[in-house]
């Protein structure tokens, strides 16, 4: 059981809109980790509140005193409070950190992606082993609608984008990767974005309220309601594999050990399979990952 639980932010139509998440140190200013305790956060989103829960109780099977701090919200809310140190370990994606980090970056293979983030990082921060695991942003659509328009790839939606409505969580439409690197790499203007909960994204789809929607890439939904995600031949998303992102002083070699073992067992599969469990089966994220760890000896 975990030895403290903060669950925080709120539904994301109700977030901070400056930075598309809410802050759970704004009010106290946080005052970091107690002195070897590893305080591991999640964004607001399922898939990464379950890759903190298989970290967090992996460092925990090794001894580690771990701290959670789950849904904190986008990004642009949580890189700070790693910088700062009031939070020890982050599960990321690293073409997202490379994104975050520098505007100008060149989407590129996992190593070479891996390479710039640790070049970009301030002094303090460190990235661990990246899994072969990997989520990367999308641009989906309904069976229906891919063949009403004959869409297949990102290329194909340039002529008729002006006729539909994108879907997603409103810091998609300000990062490169999202609305504005799908206008100058590809020249996309949809019609409308539409800021949504990443939870109501599918249904919006099914509905019609929006005709593409920002989807990752490991999301169950994909599967269950045959939608379509399309191709990204200029490679826009990048690599996005998980990658841990830690507060270097605050993560010792055993902490590191442990973060690197479940790294090194996840895949995608893997990870879309528990992502099924959680999102369509509706079952706890902490029970799915520990079944998962027990099942790989990391227990």
Same mark, same amino acid.
């Given at each position: 059981?975990?030895?403290?639980?903060?669950?925080?932010? =709120?539904?994301?139509?109700?977030?901070?809109?400056?930075?598309?998440?809410?802050?759970?140190?704004?009010?106290?200013?946080?005052?970091?980790?107690?002195?070897?305790?590893?305080?591991?956060?999640?964004?607001?989103?399922?898939?990464?509140?379950?890759?903190?829960?298989?970290?967090?109780?992996?460092?925990?099977?090794?001894?580690?005193?771990?701290?959670?701090?789950?849904?904190?919200?986008?990004?642009?809310?949580?890189?700070?409070?790693?910088?700062?140190?009031?939070?020890?370990?982050?599960?990321?994606?690293?073409?997202?950190?490379?994104?975050?980090?520098?505007?100008?970056?060149?989407?590129?293979?996992?190593?070479?992606?891996?390479? =710039?983030?640790?070049?970009?990082?301030?002094?303090?921060?460190?990235?661990?082993? !990246? !899994?072969?695991?990997?989520?990367?942003?999308?641009?989906?659509?309904?069976?229906?609608?891919?063949?009403?328009?004959?869409?297949?790839?990102?290329?194909?939606?340039?002529?008729?984008?002006?006729?539909?409505?994108?879907?997603?969580?409103?810091?998609?439409?300000?990062?490169?990767?999202?609305?504005?690197?799908?206008? !100058?790499?590809?020249?996309?203007?949809? +019609?409308?974005?539409?800021?949504?909960?990443? +939870?109501?994204?599918?249904?919006?789809?099914?509905?019609?309220?929006?005709?593409?929607?920002?989807?990752?890439?490991?999301?169950?939904?994909?599967?269950?309601?045959?939608?379509?995600? =399309?191709?990204?031949?200029?490679?826009?998303?990048?690599?996005?594999?998980?990658?841990?992102?830690?507060?270097?002083?605050?993560?010792?070699?055993?902490?590191?050990?442990?973060?690197?073992?479940?790294?090194?067992?996840?895949?995608?599969?893997?990870?879309?399979?528990?992502?099924?469990?959680?999102?369509?089966?509706?079952?706890?994220? +902490?029970?799915?990952?520990?079944?998962?760890?027990?099942?790989?000896?990391?227990?």
């Amino acid at each position: 059981m975990h030895k403290k639980l903060a669950l925080i932010g =709120l539904p994301l139509v109700l977030l901070l809109s400056a930075c598309g998440g809410s802050d759970p140190y704004e009010e106290d200013g946080g005052g970091g980790a107690e002195s070897g305790t590893v305080v591991i956060g999640s964004a607001d989103f399922p898939e990464s509140t379950l890759l903190a829960e298989l970290y967090g109780r992996a460092m925990a099977a090794e001894g580690v005193d771990v701290e959670y701090q789950l849904n904190i919200g986008s990004r642009e809310v949580y890189y700070s409070q790693i910088e700062s140190g009031n939070l020890s370990v982050f599960p990321e994606y690293n073409g997202a950190t490379l994104a975050y980090l520098d505007d100008d970056a060149p989407s590129a293979d996992a190593e070479e992606t891996n390479a =710039l983030v640790e070049e970009a990082l301030p002094e303090g921060l460190e990235i661990l082993d !990246s !899994s072969s695991a990997e989520n990367k942003d999308s641009v989906t659509v309904t069976r229906e609608v891919a063949e009403e328009h004959d869409l297949t790839s990102l290329t194909d939606l340039a002529d008729v984008a002006d006729e539909l409505v994108l879907g997603g969580p409103p810091e998609f439409e300000t990062r490169h990767q999202g609305v504005v690197g799908l206008e !100058s790499v590809y020249g996309i203007e949809f +019609a409308e974005f539409r800021s949504l909960e990443v +939870a109501l994204l599918t249904k919006a789809l099914q509905d019609g309220d929006i005709q593409a929607a920002n989807l990752f890439t490991t999301d169950p939904q994909i599967e269950v309601e045959d939608l379509v995600v =399309l191709e990204d031949p200029e490679n826009l998303f990048g690599s996005q594999n998980i990658t841990p992102l830690i507060n270097a002083e605050q993560v010792d070699d055993t902490a590191r050990g442990a973060l690197n073992a479940v790294s090194e067992a996840l895949t995608t599969e893997e990870l879309t399979r528990l992502n099924e469990r959680v999102v369509v089966g509706n079952e706890n994220a +902490a029970d799915v990952a520990q079944e998962w760890l027990e099942e790989q000896g990391l227990v």
